[in-house]
């Protein structure tokens, strides 16, 4: 069955970096694009980026564009989020989640994503002086 | 962006009632492109719901979805003990892919 796990959290300071690692498995990992999404605690969700299957097309959510880079490894199947400049409004549980669509759907020019399914367990970063 | 605003914030039922979540969408969502995801406490979000009308694999089918355009609906027919959780919509027919804020079910 499919399996997300991601790792790497922890407690960093305001201005410090992180990277998040998300190891799939149970599918073909270099066939589906893959997302990060994360959750303040007690509060909603929010998309924070996306990632082609082949790695071509990398979408940001305004909040983090600029500061967070999103990569992946095909040949270790895994996901990364690299997360610079760290602020406390980035303290969160981020999950990696699987894009529904092998290969865009065939249509990859301007593909984005669609829903999430599955999702991991999580890895919470704090961040805090 | 496409903003969601569930309501209502929390949903007040006992088990084996029918619950009713609204998700409204500040523009309309192209091709019904909505999903529903369940919260349990300390738990990630399970896709139930995409399509706006799909149930997802191993989904019940007390699980439905309807609506389009503006107006979506997560009808639970018949509450079991195990649905009382947190669910939340997702747009994903504009860039960026945005969540409403949810809508609590709890026991009354």
């Known amino acids: 069955q499919v399996q997300l796990v991601e790792s790497g959290g922890g407690v960093v300071q305001p201005g410090g970096s992180l990277r998040l690692s998300c190891a799939a498995s149970?599918?073909?990992?270099?066939?589906?694009?893959m997302h990060w999404v994360r959750q303040a605690p007690g509060k909603g969700l929010e998309w924070v980026a996306f990632i082609r299957y082949d790695g071509g097309n990398r979408y940001y959510a305004d909040s983090v564009k600029g500061r967070f880079t999103i990569s992946r490894d095909s040949s270790k199947n895994t996901l990364y989020l690299q997360m610079n400049s760290l602020r406390a409004e980035d303290t969160a549980v981020y999950y990696c989640a699987k894009d529904p669509l092998a290969y865009c759907g065939g249509d990859c020019y301007s593909y984005r994503g669609k829903w999430f399914d599955p999702w991991g367990q999580g890895t919470l970063v704090t961040v805090s002086s | 962006e496409s903003v969601l605003t569930q309501s209502p914030g929390t949903l007040s039922l006992s088990p084996g009632e029918r619950a009713t979540l609204s998700c409204r969408a500040s523009q309309s969502v192209s091709s019904s492109y909505l999903a529903w995801y369940q919260q349990k406490p300390g738990q990630a979000p399970r896709l139930l719901i995409y399509g706006a009308s799909s149930r997802a694999t191993g989904i019940p089918d007390r699980f439905s979805g309807s609506g389009s355009e503006t107006d979506f609906t997560l009808t639970i027919s018949r509450l079991e003990p195990e649905d009382f959780a947190v669910y939340y919509c997702q747009q994903y027919g504009s860039s960026p892919l945005t969540f409403g804020g949810g809508t609590k079910v709890e026991i009354k």
């Open positions: 149970g599918f073909t990992f270099s066939a589906y694009g």
